[in-house]
């Protein structure tokens, strides 16, 4: 784990996820490998496994941060600024 800074900057309580599944891979009608929550506004993302990186490409957009898996029995997080599990 690192001293990520930017997980203070997290709000308290987590936000609500704005949907169940990766959105952007709806539209475009694939499926996502794995979903990605972003802990600033609740955008659910699909991982870099997945074919179009929804997760990744709402980092480079709007520059929040960090997000943790949005998958049943996982609480890890990751801060794309730092590059790291936080």
């Given at each position: 784990?690192?001293?990520?800074?930017?997980?203070?900057?997290?709000?308290?309580?987590?936000?609500?996820?704005r949907s169940?599944?990766?959105?952007?891979?709806?539209?475009?009608?694939?499926?996502p490998?794995?979903?990605?929550?972003?802990?600033?506004?609740?955008?659910?993302?699909?991982?870099?496994?997945?074919?179009?990186?929804?997760?990744?490409?709402?980092?480079?957009?709007?520059?929040?941060?960090?997000?943790?898996?949005?998958?049943?029995?996982?609480?890890?997080?990751?801060?794309?600024?730092?590059?790291?599990?936080?």
């Amino acid at each position: 784990m690192s001293d990520c800074a930017h997980v203070s900057e997290l709000p308290h309580p987590e936000p609500v996820p704005r949907s169940e599944t990766c959105l952007g891979c709806l539209e475009a009608g694939t499926h996502p490998v794995q979903l990605r929550l972003c802990l600033l506004c609740g955008h659910v993302g699909c991982c870099d496994s997945s074919p179009l990186q929804h997760a990744t490409t709402h980092f480079k957009e709007t520059g929040h941060p960090v997000m943790r898996s949005f998958e049943s029995g996982e609480s890890w997080r990751w801060c794309f600024e730092d590059g790291s599990i936080v």
